[in-house]
Structure formats: structure tokens, C-alpha cells
């Protein structure tokens, strides 16, 4: 069983559309959430923390479900610049930093 | 300005070939990683490091070993190069007190 989940994509929008990303983890131990962005051809950079209750960083907001093990990402007014592909990110180790990354889901956004 | 960096961008090797992959990072933290990415199948961890000499195994360690003779520097090794091992490669790290990983730009490494 995979540990951590998402849909692929990819998701096509119109500029201005708001988008919505789900994630699963199955580790009901892990303590950590994130969501990162990788840019083709880039390496993955942090996007945003994800707290308990719920957080907001501009036009993205990130939620956490523990009684149902998921994660969102809310991208609202999508600009051509939040095509990408985000990374689910969960740490699900007992010790130390190791992060566990979902495969990705792609964003594409169009004029 | 937080940074990583890895030894090359492209590398092309033959299969039984011993290959290093060089990251160093300027951020004097504790924790390196090294992992791969491949379409469909995401990041997988291979080893990972939490202080100088000390090294751990990630999910997918087989046919790699590692080497952290100095606290900036995490260094991957493939013994015998091998076709499946063709990838990018990624380092990454973090300090003790943070969860935010930085990471290299990435080696692209094929196995002819």
C-alpha cells in the first residue's frame, strides 16, 4: 500500500479557476505535512507548512484531516505561473527528518 | 541565500562503471538525503545522513552506498553502474530544528 497519495492529474484550468488537491497518507503516526511545487525540469521547493487547523498563505490554503488521514491544497484565482506539479509530503518516520513524498499531481493552467 | 549543490547536471556512464554523485550544501545543517526521481514513480529515498560519518538506510538503498567524510559535503556511490540505475538524482537538506528540505538541482544520470 502505498504511504502517500495523490491523483496525478493532470488538472487543466482556466486562469482565474480555483483548484483543489487531495492527498492520503496511510501512517496514522505521521506528525508532519507540507506541500511542495516542482517546476519541469526543477527541483521541489517548499510551497507550505500544513497545520491542524488549517492554514492560508496568499491564494493557497492547506487543510489537514486526521480522523480521514488527508491533506488538501486550495489554489484560488490559478495564474499561468501555478502550472507545476505539487508534491504531497508527509513525515512519517518516528525520528529525524525523512520525508515521504506522494508522486505528484500536475497542474496545468491556461489563458 | 540557502544553498545545494551537486557536482553535475548531466552525466552519462556505462554500465559496471563506478559513478559519485557530489552534493554540498552551505547551510551548515545536520541532515542530507539523496534520492531519485522517475516518471510514475516519484521520490524515492535512498540513504540519508543526520551527522558526519553516520549514514541510514532510505527506502530503496540496493546497489548504493554513501560517504559523509564532512558535514556540508554527502556523497553517493555506485559501486557497478547498472541500466536501472538511469535517473535524476537529488540531494537535499535540512537543519535539526526544521522540517523544510532544500534541495541540489538535480543529476540527470544515464546508464548506457
Known amino acids: 500500500r502505498k504511504e502517500v497519495e495523490q491523483d496525478p492529474g493532470p488538472f487543466n484550468v482556466p486562469e482565474g479557476a480555483t483548484v483543489a488537491f487531495n492527498c492520503t497518507y496511510s501512517?496514522?503516526?505521521?506528525?508532519?505535512f507540507f506541500w511542495y511545487r516542482q517546476d519541469c525540469r526543477k527541483e521541489p521547493k517548499l510551497l507550505m507548512s500544513?497545520?491542524?487547523s488549517g492554514n492560508e498563505d496568499g491564494r493557497f490554503t492547506a487543510q489537514l484531516n486526521r480522523a480521514s488521514q488527508y491533506i488538501s491544497l486550495l489554489i484560488r484565482d490559478s495564474k499561468l505561473s501555478d502550472s507545476a506539479t505539487y508534491l504531497c509530503?508527509?513525515?512519517?518516520?518516528?525520528?529525524?527528518?525523512?520525508?515521504?513524498f506522494g508522486k505528484g499531481t500536475s497542474l496545468l493552467v491556461t489563458p | 541565500d540557502v544553498k545545494v549543490t551537486q557536482s553535475s547536471r548531466y552525466l552519462v556512464k556505462r554500465t559496471g562503471e563506478k559513478v559519485f554523485l557530489e552534493c554540498v550544501q552551505d547551510?551548515?545543517?545536520?541532515?542530507m538525503f539523496w534520492y531519485r526521481q522517475d516518471p510514475g514513480l516519484g521520490l524515492r529515498l535512498i540513504y540519508f545522513?543526520?551527522?558526519?560519518?553516520?549514514?541510514e538506510k532510505g527506502d530503496i538503498p540496493e546497489g548504493y552506498s554513501v560517504s559523509r567524510e564532512k558535514k556540508e559535503r554527502f556523497s553517493l556511490i555506485l559501486e557497478s553502474a547498472s541500466t536501472n540505475q538511469t535517473s535524476m538524482y537529488l540531494c537535499?537538506?535540512?537543519?535539526?530544528?526544521?522540517?523544510?528540505?532544500?534541495f541540489g538541482p538535480g543529476t540527470r544520470l544515464t546508464v548506457t
Open positions: 509530503v508527509v513525515n512519517i518516520r518516528n525520528s529525524g527528518y525523512a520525508l515521504n
Open positions: 547551510m551548515d545543517h545536520e541532515n
Open positions: 501512517n496514522s503516526a505521521s506528525q508532519s
Open positions: 545522513s543526520y551527522d558526519v560519518k553516520m549514514k
Open positions: 537535499a537538506s535540512n537543519g535539526a530544528s526544521g522540517h523544510e528540505q532544500y
Open positions: 500544513v497545520y491542524s
